[in-house]
């Protein structure tokens, strides 16, 4: 049986799984959980996953979430030889630098978009001058990461710029990542969004989410 991807495409961790799925040419079920009507809130969700996050996996009756948790494992278990060499390899320094990028990602990259977004959205608070520059400063690691190569952890893409992609399309409803201050981001990004699935998979989603966001400023701009 496939596994079970539940999501929203709304949410980017819940894009960054997708987008894995794709490169492998993985089949997964995709159930879909409302997240803005609170779908991911239900009884029934919070017995797969108490901290009620999207996405979450189920495989063979077991459950797993956070994306980045995900994504590792589905590298492990369904990746082919050849697509773990690339994206994931077994080379244990190689590998634990993808999981710092993976770590990053899910502890400051992430969150700088995700905090502003969930207070604006669900607390009416606008966006403050500390979580610009928090956003900067978390922009400011990548850009060196991604200094004289490629992608974050070399010249081949891994799953940690699959992560890295999400949050920073997300990042940017609300803050613009100019090439003059951002240029390895932007030629960084410019080569994730020519990845052949990469629109197909974030369209819809961000564009609900971009709309969410950028209502909720304008109706705040106008008070
Ligand atoms: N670190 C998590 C973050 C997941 C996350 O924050 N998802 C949001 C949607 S974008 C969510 O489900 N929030 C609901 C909640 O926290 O109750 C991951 O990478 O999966």
Same mark, same amino acid.
């Given at each position: 049986?496939?596994p079970?991807?539940?999501?929203d495409?709304?949410s980017?961790p819940?894009?960054?799984v ?8 993985l089949k997964?079920?995709?159930? #879909?959980?409302?997240f ?6 239900? #009884?029934?969700f919070?017995k ?16 797993l979430?956070d994306?980045h948790?995900? $994504?590792t494992y589905?590298?492990?278990k369904?990746?082919?030889e050849? %697509? %773990?060499r690339?994206?994931y390899?077994? $080379?244990v ?5 993808i ?6 990602? $899910?502890?400051?990259? =992430? ?12 607390? $009416? ?5 500390a ?7 978390a922009?400011g690691f990548?850009?060196?990461f991604?200094?004289? %190569? ?11 710029d699959?992560? =890295?992609?999400?949050?920073i399309?997300?990042?940017k ?5 100019? #090439?003059? &201050?951002y240029?390895?981001i932007t030629?960084w =990004?410019?080569r994730?969004?020519?990845l052949p699935?990469f629109s197909?998979?974030?369209? #819809? ?6 709309k ?5 400023m304008?109706?705040?701009? &106008?008070?």
């Open positions: 049986m496939a079970i991807l539940y999501a495409n709304l980017p819940a894009r960054a997708m987008l894995l799925c794709k490169e492998l040419n997964v079920e995709i159930r #879909e959980v409302d803005c009507r609170g779908g991911h809130m239900q #009884e029934q919070i797969m996953n108490p901290q009620h996050t999207l996405p979450t996996l189920e495989d063979n009756g077991k459950y979430w994306s948790a995900i $994504n589905i590298m492990s369904y990746g082919k050849e %697509q %773990q690339r994206l390899p077994r $080379n320094y190689q590998r634990a630098v999981d710092q990028r993976l770590h990053f990602d $899910n502890g400051v990259l =992430f969150p700088a978009f995700r905090d502003v977004a969930s207070a604006l959205v669900g607390k $009416n608070q606008p966006i403050t001058e979580s610009i520059e928090r956003a900067h400063t922009l990548l850009e060196q991604l200094d004289g %190569q490629k992608y974050s952890c070399g010249d081949e893409m891994s799953i940690a699959l992560s =890295f992609s999400v949050s399309l997300a990042l409803i609300w803050l613009p990542i100019e #090439e003059k &201050k240029p390895n030629a =990004f410019r994730m969004q020519s699935y197909e998979v974030n369209e #819809e989603g961000h564009e609900k989410l971009r969410l966001v950028q209502g909720k304008a109706e705040l701009s &106008k008070k």
